[in-house]
């Protein structure tokens, strides 16, 4: 019973097949052509909206020096908290969730995988993990603690931005002046200046160690020029905050700029 099923739906087969060669055989060859052509730019799309979808992310990585603030912004986009100022992290404070500026907002909103990654030198090669699929970095500064740390700042930033997933990428960086609700704290505007002074002085150096300098992927700057954040691979731009009292609205604003919803 089970062959007669199977030649019963062998021949029933083969006549589709020969009906549709019949039909393919009586459409004119450029009308032939044209659909077939548009079968094959559907497809293509398709592949390329697929490719596109399956690389977008909604990662955004915090980083820095330890002490600049990093743990207590993580914790005002989540819950809206400073927790009354935080630890030194010495692991990644990680977590997906609806910024809570937004929580209260009508609609689809796309959550954001934050990531929190330690600032201390010796648990700065965890930020290599997170790099890859991060689609921006977010580099907080003390603005008030800046100048004795001007130096470390700009090694740690240097490394960042010639890193080849950074570079290759061209993953936007934000460099966020935290803390600036204090008296002390130094502008935006001098901070970028003070740290594209030491980022050139680096430069200088690194470019003297030629072949020897294997730690960095990508060299910055223009030859001949004095180096500036806008010579850069990648996006660079400069925004102030103050974790302490929840004003991160230059935070969010990056952060929604880069995560598409």
Do not use: W
Not at 2 to 24: G, P, S
Not at 77 to 105: I, Q
């Amino acid at each position: 019973m089970d062959e007669e099923k199977m030649e019963k739906l062998r021949i029933q087969l083969q006549q589709l097949l020969n009906e549709t060669q019949e039909f393919v055989q009586k459409i004119p060859p450029m009308q032939l052509y044209a659909a077939i052509g548009v079968v094959i730019s559907t497809i293509f799309l398709f592949l390329i909206i697929r490719l596109f979808k399956r690389k977008s992310s909604n990662t955004i990585v915090l980083t820095g020096l330890s002490g600049s603030g990093k743990t207590v912004l993580f914790y005002q986009l989540r819950d809206g908290s400073s927790h009354l100022g935080t630890v030194t992290s010495m692991e990644p404070n990680e977590g997906t969730f609806v910024l809570h500026s937004e929580t209260t907002k009508k609609g689809k909103i796309k959550p954001v995988h934050i990531v929190d990654v330690p600032g201390h030198s010796r648990l700065r090669p965890k930020l290599d993990e997170f790099l890859p699929q991060a689609a921006g970095i977010v580099f907080v500064v003390d603005a008030v603690e800046f100048l004795p740390n001007v130096r470390a700042a700009s090694e740690y930033l240097y490394d960042i931005l010639t890193k080849a997933s950074v570079v290759k990428k061209k993953i936007p960086l934000l460099l966020l002046c935290n803390k600036v609700d204090k008296v002390t704290a130094h502008t935006k505007d001098f901070i970028r200046k003070q740290l594209e002074k030491e980022i050139e002085k680096l430069r200088a150096s690194r470019t003297a160690l030629s072949s020897a300098d294997i730690t960095n992927e990508y060299t910055l700057g223009v030859p001949g020029e004095a180096f500036a954040f806008h010579q850069c691979y990648n996006k660079v731009m400069v925004a102030e905050a103050s974790g302490l009292t929840g004003d991160t609205s230059q935070l969010e604003q990056f952060i929604r700029e880069y995560v598409k919803a």
